[in-house]
């Protein structure tokens, strides 16, 4: 099946796969030769000129195809009014900047259309791994135009869990003998994705992600089988005033449910 054969949003699946190609591109360009680097909230996140260079990419291919959309991105001021609209691109022009000013590898830009406050069509390209995820809203997920699907159910098995260690401690003994916590992966979208095709069961995501950390890769995990959900197990909205989120799981159904329980409060 073809990645972009899928449902009426299939022509804006194409459209963002084609722009987030150029938009990585541009990044690659700048990755291991110490791109100019900026230092954002109060000092605590770093912004490259890889970051700026992709981002203008992105933002004037994907309105100039699309004017009628509005317009979410980590490195865009925020204009209220993108609320107004009720289609937006939500976008990370490089999510996992610290790894990339690093030369890790893992690290995407990530690309989401949302419609009415939720994702229906996102694309993850990881040009330094030359990966690619995708997916629409009503067909597959696809690895490199190849189906993905979550994990199965394995009677006895330890999952294998992408969490940090203060969320570890949050979980009961018993639970956390059948976890394997897997070392710290930098980009938030890319731990989802691996979730989605099946590296890992799940992941918790501790509070204060962004949508543009989460929209494209939600659709992803969600069409290869899996969920992203709040505390109160329900998916995520987007678009909304406060594009900010609460401690999140997600991953395969089958270890949902034992990391809301873990994690919700009394």
Not at 98 to 103: E, S
Not at 137 to 150: D, L, M
Request: glycine share 10%.
């Amino acid at each position: 099946m073809d990645a972009t054969a899928d449902g009426i949003w299939s022509d804006d699946l194409a459209l963002i796969r084609t722009v987030a190609r150029e938009a990585g591109d541009i990044a690659l360009g700048f990755f291991g030769k110490s791109p100019e680097v900026w230092w954002k909230q109060e000092g605590r996140s770093p912004v490259s000129a890889a970051d700026f260079a992709s981002n203008d990419r992105l933002h004037s291919r994907l309105l100039a195809a699309r004017p009628g959309y509005g317009w979410l991105s980590e490195e865009t001021d925020d204009d209220a009014s993108r609320l107004e609209y009720d289609t937006v691109f939500v976008v990370d022009p490089i999510d996992g900047t610290r790894a990339f000013i690093n030369g890790e590898k893992t690290w995407c830009v990530s690309v989401a259309v949302v419609h009415k406050g939720r994702p229906v069509a996102g694309v993850l390209y990881a040009p330094a791994l030359e990966e690619e995820f995708c997916a629409a809203a009503s067909g597959e997920a696809f690895k490199n135009g190849r189906p993905i699907h979550v994990s199965a159910a394995r009677d006895g098995d330890v999952r294998t869990i992408a969490l940090s260690e203060d969320m570890l401690s949050r979980f009961g003994e018993g639970f956390r003998r059948t976890l394997h916590r897997i070392r710290h992966v930098p980009s938030l979208a890319y731990r989802l994705a691996m979730a989605a095709d099946g590296r890992i069961d799940g992941t918790v995501v501790t509070r204060n992600s962004h949508d543009w950390d989460l929209a494209a890769a939600d659709l992803i995990l969600e069409r290869a089988g899996g969920r992203l959900v709040g505390l109160d197990s329900q998916r995520l909205v987007y678009n909304r005033r406060d594009v900010k989120h609460g401690i999140l799981c997600g991953g395969a159904e089958h270890v949902l449910e034992s990391l809301v329980a873990g994690l919700a409060p009394g």
